[in-house]
């Protein structure tokens, strides 16, 4: 099913993403837990991809595997600013075969050594090419706190909206701590003309760790109260991740009781964690 359709039905919808392995041996392990996530019945599901297609094949492999064994819409990523023209082609050949018509066209974090493909560097053109190659329901990333690369919030917008023009579905948001950004965001895009549905992405930071390399891969800002939580209750795992899936469940409550009617929750790979939140929030997605 094409998550444009999930996102007009007249309720509040939760998605789940999970991350494939990077190598071949954890494969199974990866898998498991992403279908003991699937086997919560969420209304999507997003499963990630490695910069360069170093895990393009497992992306492919667990998004077939969830939709065909748990009825589950699958969003499967993929990135280029890595890749080739002729490797995306085969990529998206893979998808289609595989009955997978939902893609999250991303540029790609840049590698460490710097080496950048020569066919891309903007996910617009990714969207442009994917636009001619099949008929995909495309959604792409937005950064409420401006993307960490662009020094000034406008111009991000700026580049948010050759994406959407490009031919975008919809958006999903970099995860966020504060719900005051991702409503300030929503007015800001509104204003520059970009109507497509934006999905709110929300991260349970479980442990103290996950916080420090979510801070420093997405520059978000992290509010003092959410601080003083991981400061108090970081070196005692179980007590983090209840108060880490609290934080996030109120978080989400706090944006159905606004209004918004679409939420993406960045599982990590923790069943656990999402069933908790899915329990959590069993009255209130009805």
Known sequence: MRISEILKQ????????????KTSENYEKTAAAAKKIAA??????????????????FTAGIAS????E?????????????????????????????GIENILALRGDIPADGRVSEDYRHASELIRDLKELGDFCLGGACYPEGHVECVHKEDDIGY??????AGLDFLTTQLFFDNNIYYNFLYRIRERGIYVPVIAGIMPITNAKQL????AMSGTDVPQRFRQIVDHYGENPAAMQQAGII??????IDLVANGIRHIHVYTMNKPAVAAQIMEHLSEVLC
């Open 10 to 21: 007249d309720k509040v919808t939760l998605s789940l993403e999970v991350f494939p392995p």
């Open 40 to 57: 919560l019945a969420p209304d999507f599901m997003s499963v990630t991809y490695g910069a360069g297609g170093g895990t393009g094949a």
């Open 65 to 68: 595997e969830i939709q065909q």
């Open 70 to 98: 748990y009825g589950v819409p699958v969003l499967a990523h993929l990135t280029c600013v890595s890749s080739s023209r002729p490797f995306v082609t085969d990529m998206v050949k893979r998808y289609q075969e595989l």
């Open 160 to 165: 948010l909206k050759e994406k959407v023009d």
């Open 212 to 215: 420090s390399r979510s801070v």
């Open 247 to 252: 934080y996030a469940t109120e978080q989400i």
